[in-house]
């Protein structure tokens, strides 16, 4: 099985940061690789798709980039709205899985 | 709207049986693979299990593998999830989720969660 591994686990950052999240995979995954955010109460939400592709209707603020094993997921410019909790989680292979996530607090 | 509704979650005692039901409307449930993804209480995401589009294939994570059961009615648009000899570490909100397709610039098709219930809350305590 592949392990998805991200860092950091939380965050602090302040309101108009540029903040980076790093997930790698245990063996390549090209480019097999989707981002979510998750806010307390509340289910998931897909960001990007295939490791670079900004789901239709999130703001372009949110990117993310990687091929292979090592992936970088990047918010420009810190919203209020953002701080919450973001995972990778890849598709190349059963079972899919998830990193463990990264708590993005305000600091 | 897509609309995802899980039910049946609740109280079992270790070693009990549940089954979690999905409720899908507002997309031909038969053209998607369909997922549960679960969520201890103050825990991260854990992949659980998928069913293909027409029910043949199933995958599991390995720590249900033998355990539970996804399963799928395509004339109702429902999904299941059939959980036996169900232990502490079962406990977590259950999500049933839908397994849409992005395509990369590439052109390549990649299995995306693209619709999320909202859901259901397994409780497994003696």
């Known amino acids: 099985d592949i392990q998805m591994t991200q860092s950091p686990s939380s965050l602090s950052a302040s309101v108009g940061d540029r903040v980076t999240i790093t997930c790698r995979a245990s063996?390549?995954?090209?480019?097999?690789l989707n981002w979510y955010q998750q806010k307390p109460g509340k289910a998931p939400k897909v960001l990007i798709y295939a490791a670079s592709s900004l789901q239709s209707g999130v703001p372009s603020r949110f990117s993310g980039s990687g091929s292979g094993t090592d992936f970088t997921f990047t918010i420009s410019s810190l919203q209020p709205e953002d701080f919450a909790t973001y995972y990778c989680?890849?598709?190349?292979?059963?079972?899919?899985?998830f990193g463990q996530g990264t708590k993005l607090e305000i600091k | 709207e897509v609309q995802l509704v899980e039910s049946g979650g609740g109280l079992v005692q270790p070693g009990g049986s549940l089954r979690l039901s999905c409720a899908a409307s507002e997309f031909i449930f038969s053209h998607y693979a369909m997922h549960w993804v679960r969520q201890a209480p103050g825990k991260g995401l854990e992949y659980v299990s998928v069913?293909?589009?027409?029910?043949?294939?199933?995958y599991y994570a390995n720590s249900v593998q033998g355990r539970f059961t996804i399963s799928r009615d395509n004339s109702k648009s429902m999904l299941y999830l059939q959980m036996g000899s169900l232990r502490l570490e079962d406990m977590a909100v259950y999500y049933c989720?839908?397994?849409?397709?992005?395509?990369?610039?590439?052109?390549?098709?990649?299995?995306?969660?693209?619709?999320w219930g909202q859901g259901t809350l397994v409780t497994v305590s003696s």
């Open positions: 989680q890849q598709s190349s292979s059963h079972p899919y899985s």
């Open positions: 069913i293909s589009s027409d029910g043949v294939t199933t």
């Open positions: 063996q390549s995954i090209s480019n097999y």
């Open positions: 989720v839908r397994g849409g397709a992005g395509i990369a610039a590439t052109g390549t098709r990649i299995a995306v969660f693209d619709f």
